[in-house]
């Protein structure tokens, strides 16, 4: 059988269908899959399963949670081998700021995922089903992973995954909370610093909050955000970087 | 370095201590330690870690964080094949019965973790440190896993802790929801099912509940428990073995 993949013999025996999605996953994981059929599994929603048994469907459910666990583990070493200075509750919190429905859903859209994916949503919600590209990106590194092993995976995750859609520095900045350093800084400081609402402008739906930062009653900086926690945020941060404050 | 550590020259500059705590790693992971400040790190609680910058402790926290994660994944795997028929749901609840808290800390105590973890828990009650062997435990499968690789690591997860310490046809068994089922059974049988608390034992802090299962308004079976609803399960469970009910 090894060298049966070896010889890449095994894609003689590939349909047209096969073909198309080899092609896509080449393109996608950086290297040809040996064993297609995890991927084909990796790319079956619920929606489009069939019974394989009573009860029991053949979708990419078992995968994804193979996947998330995988892609956990590579997360958690990558953060803890870029910052070690931090601690676990920094590294807990940004990961999880990466591995998430909402940014998972994001890059499984954007490597293409929805070329690939089998699924028969007729009559559902879209919203019933809107993380299914962050479910089947889960699902496609429990494929590579039984497919390449550990250390494949992990070199896929990071290449393909997080280094080109994620700017951790970003996700850090955001992570960190401001608002306390500031208050913080006040205290050992003995300055009055006050938040206050300047203005909501923009519709019921998409609102933009404007909060002053005042220290000594006087408008040190201003942020805007779509809540007022956020805009707060803003604020605090455009002050520690004003006062120099180390983060 | 490679070479040196091939050569084990590295074992040269151990001092008592370091031997110590490379013996019994060895026993452990059923491998010498090539890194053995890794395994200092795991095994130094919290509360016996000096500080070596402004507010950074050098403790085990780290690695427990990363450890959690491999384990995770390594478990994950470890079902999924274990389990080709068995949906997600299943294997995210079984996992989360292995590891936990609870169960890792026992696991931790039994492979002997109290005689190389640092700590100082003078003056600290018991109980906010009573998961410090769980936790170094993981710490643990972070430092293999830094050391050894992943594949080394899995080897070291599946045949040290999982296989020896749970006994996952037990776990499955308790995960299943007897009682559900017995109901369940009842509103198709038209039977009347009822259970009752026969009486409460023990002291304060450790008490015994016993629960009888009535069919038709005469005792059918018995469960014993640390709580009333383990108490039921028990008795269910009973019930459904005397039924003969397929779980």
Redesign the interface.
């Known amino acids: 059988m090894k060298i049966f993949r070896k010889l890449r013999l095994h894609e003689l025996l590939y349909n047209k269908k096969d073909k198309r999605l080899a092609a896509a996953i080449k393109i996608m994981v950086g290297s040809k899959p040996l064993n297609l059929s995890l991927y084909k599994l990796a790319t079956k929603h619920s929606s489009a399963a069939e019974e394989i ?1 009573h009860g ?1 469907k053949a979708s990419n ?2 995968l ?3 996947g ?3 892609l ?2 590579v ?3 990558h953060l ?1 081998i870029k910052f070690p ?1 931090r ?2 509750g920094f ?2 919190e940004t990961r999880s700021r990466i591995v998430n429905r909402e940014s998972l859903n994001q890059v499984g859209q954007k490597i293409g995922l929805s070329n690939i994916v089998e699924s028969d949503l007729s009559g559902k919600g879209f919203y019933s089903h809107k993380s299914i590209y962050g479910d089947t990106l889960e699902a496609l590194v ?1 494929a590579v ?1 039984l497919d390449r ?3 494949f995976c ?1 070199k896929f995750v990071l290449t393909k995954i997080i280094i080109p859609h994620f700017d951790i520095e970003n996700i850090i900045s955001t992570t960190t909370n401001f608002k306390s350093k500031i208050i913080e800084w006040s205290q050992k400081e003995n300055k009055e610093v006050e938040f206050s609402l300047k203005s909501v402008t923009g519709s019921q739906r998409f609102k933009e909050f404007t909060i002053e930062l005042k220290i000594e009653q006087e408008v040190y900086t201003e942020g805007k955000g779509p809540t007022k926690k956020k805009a707060e945020q803003e604020a605090a941060k455009n002050a520690c970087e004003k006062l120099n404050l180390a983060l």
């Open positions: 048994k029991i459910e078992r994804e949670f193979l998330d666990a995988v956990g583990a997360v958690a070493e803890f200075y601690d676990e590294l807990t429990g992973y092993g550990y250390d992990k």
